[in-house]
């Protein structure tokens, strides 16, 4: 097993920068603790595990395996393991025991593709084992499983495939970008003993140590993005707040009217602890100020968030609006935490995202390559054009539909991706608006005006992306 030792949070985050979306990742605070699960250290606890699971069923009306996802995330020991495929959140899991900032901490690398779908048939046959008291392996037997299959089956450890319909199950889980190592049973015969092996040595890919000289430092630059108790264990509602932030306007147009100035500015909040009470105060100070300068019936849109995260997603803290009956209405959003923490957790590699996008991107230039060689041939025929376009209507359209399926990279590379999805879009745009004008019988005289303006707009988005990947 390939061993790394991090001195830095930034070599952390460089180094694991390939590693987004393609692992899962654990972290223990202490690297001396084997990976065992809660529930195997409790005897008294492992013998009614199936009454606490159906109780929790009947309750939740959730399957079994998310079930005890939910208890494993709220206190309630189970026989999972807690997973993530981000290595931002596995890192804070490293760091957080403050009774073992003497011990090196560890971020295990997990092999993603031995992972199996919670809707499987082994989970399935799994999760009947374990809401069943004194369940025989001859039960679970069926036409298309034998005995033997059966005990293979439930004698496995099992990485869940990271997957919304299981992940999203509990809020915990999406804070933390979480999925689980599911421990299996062990088959003595025809019995189904309760604790399994814990070994596995053959899913770990790498163990990356996380100095404990270091561990205070990089808890403090997880901190600074939201990588805290109160907010992964969803405790920030009740959690201790400062009033201690700067807001820094970082945009603010003015478009002067002839009965009143409408505003649209943004501001940065530096601290993502944030008090709410202490920022509605701000922003009606904000407000007295923006009336005195711009007039009393202003109408005033103001946008606040933390940093580049937020704005990648348009997620901000909160917005306000300008109503006529009152001078504003702040309109908070209530999941800001969620949505900022599942964009961090999910976030592909800066390399895959420019390798989606440039198969994509290099498909789509043959087209606009082909469709503007045509059009610059003086009194080129339009009935070629429309044909040129026709050749590379099916590969354009499948190439933007994939485009649609590409995740999000870090908010840096998002630049990127933005310019790439614009350029794959126009070209798109191009093709469909010319056929279908074309159908519609329209002049030719506006069919090659509409083309040529269409294609200056495909040129100019090639040109910003050009510029873009020359800056990469």
């Known amino acids: 097993m390939k061993i790394t030792v991090i001195n830095s949070y930034d070599e952390y985050v460089s180094y694991v920068e390939n590693y987004k979306n393609r692992y899962y990742f654990r972290g223990q605070a202490n690297t001396e603790w084997d990976i065992v699960p809660s529930l195997f250290r409790n005897k008294d606890l492992l013998r009614i595990e199936a009454k606490t699971i159906r109780d929790e069923v009947a309750v939740s009306k959730m399957d079994v395996i998310p079930t ?51 809707q499987s048939r082994e989970i399935d046959v799994f999760s009947k084992a374990m809401v069943s008291d004194d369940l025989k392996v001859s039960a679970l037997t069926m036409e298309f499983l034998n005995t033997e299959e059966v005990k293979t089956i439930l004698s496995q450890n099992y990485i869940i495939k990271y997957d919304f319909r299981f992940s999203y199950t509990n809020s915990r889980a999406i804070l933390q970008g979480g999925t689980a190592l599911l421990f299996g049973f062990t088959c003595e015969g025809d019995d189904i003993l309760p604790m399994g092996h814990c070994c596995i040595d053959n899913l770990i890919v790498e163990k990356i140590i996380i100095p404990s000289s270091i561990k205070n430092k990089v808890a403090t630059r997880l901190e600074r993005i939201g990588f805290t108790q109160s907010i992964l264990y969803q405790t920030f509602e009740s959690a201790v707040t400062s009033c201690d932030f700067n807001l820094t306007q970082e945009k603010f147009d003015l478009y002067r009217r002839a009965d009143f100035n409408k505003i649209v500015a943004n501001y940065r909040v530096d601290n993502i602890a944030f008090n709410r009470g202490e920022l509605a105060k701000r922003i009606s100070h904000i407000y007295d100020k923006l009336f005195y300068e711009y007039g009393f019936n202003a109408r005033i849109w103001l946008y606040f968030y933390f940093d580049e995260n937020d704005l990648v997603e348009s997620n901000y803290i909160c917005r306000t609006e300008w109503k006529k009956d009152s001078p504003f209405i702040v309109k908070w959003t209530k999941d800001y935490y969620m949505r900022r923490m599942s964009y961090i957790n999910e976030q592909i590699s800066r390399n895959e995202v420019i390798d989606k996008f440039a198969s994509l991107i290099e498909e789509v230039n043959v087209a606009y390559k082909e469709i503007n060689d045509c059009v610059s041939e003086r009194n080129y025929s339009l009935e070629a054009l429309i044909k040129e376009i026709e050749k590379h209507k099916i590969q354009v359209k499948d190439s933007s539909h994939k485009v649609d399926d590409i995740a999000k990279g870090n908010f840096e590379i998002e630049r990127y991706s933005e310019a790439a999805y614009s350029y794959i879009k126009d070209v798109e745009r191009l093709i469909d608006e010319m056929l279908l004008y074309h159908s519609r019988g329209e002049k030719e005289q506006f069919l090659r005006y509409w083309c040529q303006a269409l294609l200056e707009d495909c040129q100019k988005a090639k040109f910003k992306l050009d510029e873009i990947v020359a800056s990469l």
Do not use: M, W
């Open 68 to 118: 005890v996802f939910k208890l494993q995330h709220y206190g309630t020991p189970t026989r999972i393991c807690d997973l993530t495929v981000s290595p931002l959140s596995a890192l804070f899991f490293s760091t957080e025991d403050h009774n073992q900032q003497s011990k090196d901490g560890v971020v295990y690398v997990i092999d993603k593709t031995k992972s199996t779908p919670f």
